[in-house]
């Protein structure tokens, strides 16, 4: 893989009495991911795949940013170990993505995502 995106998850809602993992995004956090996956379009690599952790806020998210970047929704993978908020299980993750990828856009949790870029980044 030549090109990792991370992306946070958009802003979800503590408003219902639900599992964490069930949480939904809230109003602005669609808003904001219709509004960042349709300003991003043109600085995404031509060629790359999508994961996304199987929490619903993060999956709700994959699924905008796809609609809006024209990538197919069933060609999202969602995996279940992206559900995490360790970053050295996210290295972890990283790691297993087969070479023959380019680009990868990744959608995730914090803390998981901050401190794996406060790692890795410049």
């Not at 170990?81 to 299980?89: G, V």
């Not at 790691?95 to 870029?117: E, P, R």
Request: hydrophobic share 45%; glycine share 2%; aromatic share 12%.
């Amino acid at each position: 893989m030549k090109n990792l995106i991370l992306i946070r998850h958009a802003k979800s809602s503590w408003d219902l009495p639900l599992k964490d993992i069930d949480r939904p995004l809230d109003q602005r956090g669609m808003k904001d991911a219709h509004l960042v996956s349709l300003n991003i379009f043109d600085y995404l690599p031509q060629t790359f795949i999508i994961w996304s952790s199987i929490a619903k806020r993060a999956s709700d998210t994959a699924v905008i940013f796809a609609q809006n970047i024209l990538y197919p929704i069933e060609n999202i993978v969602f995996k279940n170990d992206l559900y995490t908020f360790d970053e050295k299980q996210l290295e972890e993750i990283i790691k297993s993505c087969a070479n023959s990828f380019d680009s990868v856009i990744l959608f995730g949790h914090n803390a998981a995502i901050t401190n794996f870029v406060n790692k890795f980044g410049d």
